[in-house]
C-alpha cells in the first residue's frame, strides 16, 4: 500500500511537527509526552476540556483545540490510546483552576488510562470529571471494547461542551452537559475498503471488490454484517433506521444530522448520502435544524462513511452556534 509518508516509526511525531508548523496562531504541541494544547493556555477561570485517543482519526483530536472547542489533545501512535503521563501532563498544562474534564470515547485503553490520569491529577489537586462516549448502535461489544464503541457524537460533544466551558459554565455544569449529549447521540458507519496502518503496510482487513461492512469501527473492527455493495441510498437507510429507533428519536424532535467520512470518501459523496439520510429523517418526522458534513472523525482513508444523529435542545441549539476556531472546525469568528 502506499503511503505518503517518510518512516513509519515517524509518522507521529512528523505529523505533530506540521501541525505546530500550519496553526501557530491557535496551537502550540508539545513532545515528550506529546499533546496539543491552545496557544492561550491556561485560560484562568476557564474549565478545560481534554481528549485524546490513537493518531489516524485526524482531524479528531488534536484538529478541534482551539477556541470554543479542547483545550488540550492527546495522541497516540496510529489505533494506540495515549498514556497516563501525556494526559496528566496535559491537564497540567491546560489546568485554569476551575478543573478539567475528560471526553473520552468507550476504547478500553482510553477508558483505562485517561481514569488512572485523572487520579494522578486529583492526587496534585486538580478537580478532574470524565466522560465517556458511547453511542454506536452497530454492536454492544467489539476488539476494543466493554460496551458500545464512541465514534461521531464525541466530535459534538467536543464542540458543544466547549462552547459551554467557553461561556463560563462550571465542570459539573459541563459534565452534565457532556452527559446529556451522549445520551442524545447515536451513530452507525460502514466501509467501502479497509484501512492500513503504517507500520502495517497492509491493509487492516480483507473486503472484496464487490462488499462492503455495514457497522465497521474507526479501527477496522468488524460491524454488523459483510455483503455485496449496494446503491446509496439504500446504504444510508441501513445506516440511519437503526440510529433513528435506537434512542429513540420522536415525530417533532430537531436533530443535528451528521455525515462524516472515514478518510477516503469525497465530499460530493458525502452529499449524496446526506440527500438520503436528510429525506428519511424528514419522513420520521423530524426537523434537521443544524448539520455536519465532512471528514471530522476518520480511519486513514478508509472509504466509507459514519451517520449520527444528535437530538437537539434550545440548549445545544445555542451551543452549536457559537463560534469556534481550530484547526479542524471553524465558525462565527
Not at 461492512?213 to 455485496?228: A, Q, V
Not at 462524516?260 to 420520521?284: C, D, F, V, W
Request: charged letters at 20%; aromatic letters at 6%.
Amino acid at each position: 500500500m502506499k503511503k505518503l509518508i517518510n518512516d513509519p516509526e515517524h509518522v507521529v511525531q512528523e505529523g505533530l511537527e506540521g501541525m505546530a508548523a500550519a496553526h501557530p496562531d491557535l496551537v502550540k504541541v508539545h513532545f515528550d509526552p506529546n499533546y496539543v494544547y491552545r496557544v492561550d493556555a491556561p485560560v484562568e477561570g476557564k474549565v478545560a476540556l481534554i481528549s485524546g485517543g490513537g493518531s489516524g482519526h485526524e482531524p479528531m483530536h488534536g484538529g478541534f483545540v482551539g477556541h470554543g472547542m479542547l483545550d488540550a489533545a492527546c495522541p497516540g501512535a496510529v489505533f494506540t490510546s495515549p498514556t497516563p503521563d501525556q494526559m496528566l501532563a496535559a491537564t497540567k498544562a491546560v489546568d485554569g483552576g476551575s478543573g478539567v474534564l475528560y471526553v473520552v470515547k468507550n476504547y478500553t485503553g482510553d477508558v483505562m488510562n485517561f481514569e488512572m490520569a485523572a487520579d494522578l491529577a486529583r492526587l496534585e489537586g486538580i478537580e478532574v470529571e470524565s466522560v465517556v462516549i458511547d453511542d454506536d448502535v452497530a454492536v454492544q461489544d467489539s476488539l476494543y471494547t466493554a460496551g458500545r464503541r464512541g465514534v461521531g457524537t464525541t466530535v459534538l460533544a467536543e464542540k458543544l461542551c466547549g462552547a459551554a466551558a467557553e461561556g463560563g459554565m462550571s465542570l459539573s455544569q459541563v459534565a452534565g452537559l457532556c452527559h446529556k449529549v451522549n445520551e442524545w447521540g447515536r451513530s452507525m458507519g460502514m466501509a467501502l475498503t479497509s484501512c492500513t496502518v503504517p507500520h502495517a503496510g497492509k491493509p487492516t482487513f480483507d473486503l472484496p471488490e464487490d462488499e462492503m461492512e455495514i457497522g465497521i469501527g474507526i479501527h477496522g473492527e468488524p460491524g454488523r454484517e459483510r455483503m455485496k455493495l449496494k446503491a446509496a441510498d439504500e446504504i444510508v437507510e441501513m445506516l440511519i433506521e437503526p440510529v433513528i429507533h435506537d434512542l429513540p428519536f420522536k415525530s417533532g424532535n430537531e436533530v443535528l444530522l451528521f455525515v462524516n467520512s472515514m478518510g477516503g470518501t469525497p465530499l460530493i459523496e458525502l452529499y449524496i448520502a446526506y440527500r438520503k439520510a436528510h429525506q428519511i429523517a424528514e419522513k420520521h418526522g423530524l426537523s434537521v435544524a443544524r448539520n455536519l458534513i465532512g471528514s471530522y472523525i476518520t480511519s486513514l482513508e478508509m472509504a466509507g462513511i459514519s451517520i449520527t444523529l444528535l437530538k437537539l435542545d434550545s440548549e445545544l441549539i445555542r451551543l452549536w452556534d457559537t463560534p469556534v476556531h481550530t484547526p479542524g472546525m471553524r465558525w462565527g469568528i
